[in-house]
């Protein structure tokens, strides 16, 4: 079936290079997401990548795509205290429905 | 620019209480609509989606349901609240390309 999976937490130090990572399993996936979620408040939408690119770069943020081996990356450059929140990793296979992963608290320490 | 709200943004209620949350988007017409729940510290579980007016899919059993009266207005009702559906509920909506776009989010706590 369809299945997100990313580590819980991951705590860097302000100014480092943060990544978080993801695996899903189904492979006719055709988008794959990231959303941000600060306390207390929805969840924003920072990029998505068709699945049949390799990498998408927006500012600060760049996305990895590793199709053979099902897994996802986001990295965030110079990491600031204000990018500490909860990151989710989604799937879409065309479908009515997104799978989420279950998010990854990311700590930035100053 | 299409926007979605949700209110209330924060509920107190009883055990056995009704519920009624309200989502609402504007600047999209024949949305897909969703409603989450995300329990303290997990991540999103889905509970029902509309693909049109009157056309709900249940995705968990439970004591709520969903409605869709209009287009764009989503409720997620319970008659008897129970201490397990407290939590952070998420309203999204889709258009054509599937993305969902989320809501602020109506925090609920049963006491």
């Known amino acids: 079936g369809e299945d997100v999976e990313q580590s819980l937490f991951l705590s860097v130090r302000e100014g480092d290079s943060s990544v978080i990572n993801c695996t899903y399993t189904?492979?006719?996936?055709?988008?794959l997401y990231w959303y941000k979620q600060e306390p207390g408040a929805g969840l924003q939408l920072l990029t998505y990548?068709?699945?049949?690119?390799d990498m998408k770069q927006d500012q600060r943020l760049t996305v990895l795509l590793n199709k053979k081996d099902k897994h996802l990356s986001l990295r965030i450059a110079d990491t600031q205290t204000g990018d500490s929140a909860i990151y989710f990793c989604?799937?879409?296979?065309?479908?009515?429905?997104?799978?989420f992963g279950a998010g990854t608290r990311l700590f930035v320490k100053a | 620019s299409q926007t979605i709200h949700q209110w209330p943004a924060t509920l107190v209620q009883p055990v056995g209480s009704p519920l009624s949350l309200e989502c609402t988007v504007e600047g999209t017409s024949n949305p897909n609509l969703y409603w989450y729940r995300q329990a303290a510290g997990r991540g999103l579980q889905l509970l029902f989606y509309?693909?049109?007016?009157?056309?709900i899919s249940s995705e968990v059993p439970q004591n709520l349901s969903a409605s869709r009266p209009q287009d764009r207005q989503f409720i997620l009702s319970s008659k008897k609240l129970l201490l397990s559906d407290s939590g952070f509920y998420l309203c999204a909506w889709t258009g054509t390309g599937g993305t969902q776009y989320f809501g602020p989010g109506t925090r609920l706590l049963v006491l």
């Open positions: 509309s693909v049109g007016i009157g056309q």
């Open positions: 189904d492979s006719s996936s055709t988008y």
């Open positions: 989604a799937e879409n296979t065309g479908g009515f429905k997104t799978i």
């Open positions: 990548i068709f699945s049949n690119m």
